[in-house]
């Protein structure tokens, strides 16, 4: 399976990216199975905001490819990138905080391929939406929100707030996820329940997460693969396992 190119929602290779003197990515290969978790770890400066920046056509690489779904998206700019099913957490569209958790999911969902003035004539409209009201609410379940869906979105609490996000990017029709470390500025038991969900979201839909941390801990327990970066480079990739047995990983966190 590992080898079926079928199975993986994103590959790139050799990106290398600088600015200025600065190698920030320099040959990065790496692959992201369907329905995945998978992890981006390294120390602060290692290049893994750079490597998203670059996928998602925030940055232009200056080398290497980005083949995402069996299409080659090097060089796209990020709205196309975004309108194919590449989402990144700060790509979307922040909460609109006066609105309520279910309508923030709402507005997240693609608008019908359909004249909205012709749909309204024939009465489809209503359907749509009532259609679209139980997409949201299952959405909203999925995240762990559904008993939130009348809040304004200002009352949730951080963590929330990024299973906002996530349920915004999974009502767009998002198939892959980076999140640039999702678990910051939440407690470490709100941390590991937010990994829980990604992991019941991936089983449930077609989605998979690429997950940037710097912290460890919690992040390997969930992982399917990682990938640790070091100055611009993979240093190591495997399953969490071999990247704790790993000797050039302690090294890195360690020093
Ligand atoms: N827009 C930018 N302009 C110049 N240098 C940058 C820019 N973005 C990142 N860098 C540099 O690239 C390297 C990798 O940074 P980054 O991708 O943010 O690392 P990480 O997310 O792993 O902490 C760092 O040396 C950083 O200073
Ligand atoms: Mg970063």
Known sequence: MANNRDNLILITKNITKRFGG????????????????????GPN????????????????PDE??????????????????????????FQIPQPFRSLTV????????????EDPIRALFKGSWIRREEENIKKAFKILELVGLENYWDWEAYKLGAGQ???????????????????????????????SYIFEQLQSIRKELDISFLVIEHRIDVAL??????????RGRVIAEGSPNEILKN???AEVYLG
């Open 161 to 191: 707030l990024k299973m906002l996000e996530v349920a915004r990017s999974i009502a767009s029709g998002a198939k892959l996820l980076a999140l640039d470390e999702p678990i910051g500025g939440t407690d470490p038991r709100y941390s």
């Open 221 to 230: 327990k969930y992982a399917d693969m990682v990938y640790v970066m070091d």
């Open 102 to 113: 279910l309508d923030n999911v709402l507005v997240a969902m693609k608008s019908p391929g």
């Open 22 to 41: 600065v190698i920030a990515l320099d040959k990065v290969s790496l692959v992201v199975s369907r329905r995945s978790i998978t992890l981006l770890i």
């Open 64 to 89: 290497g490819k980005i083949i995402f779904e069996a299409r080659d998206i090097t060089g796209w700019p990020p709205y196309k990138v975004y309108s194919i099913g590449l989402a990144r957490s």
């Open 247 to 249: 000797p050039k990983v």
């Open 45 to 60: 400066g290692a290049g893994k905001t750079t490597f998203v920046n670059v996928c998602t056509g925030v940055f232009k």
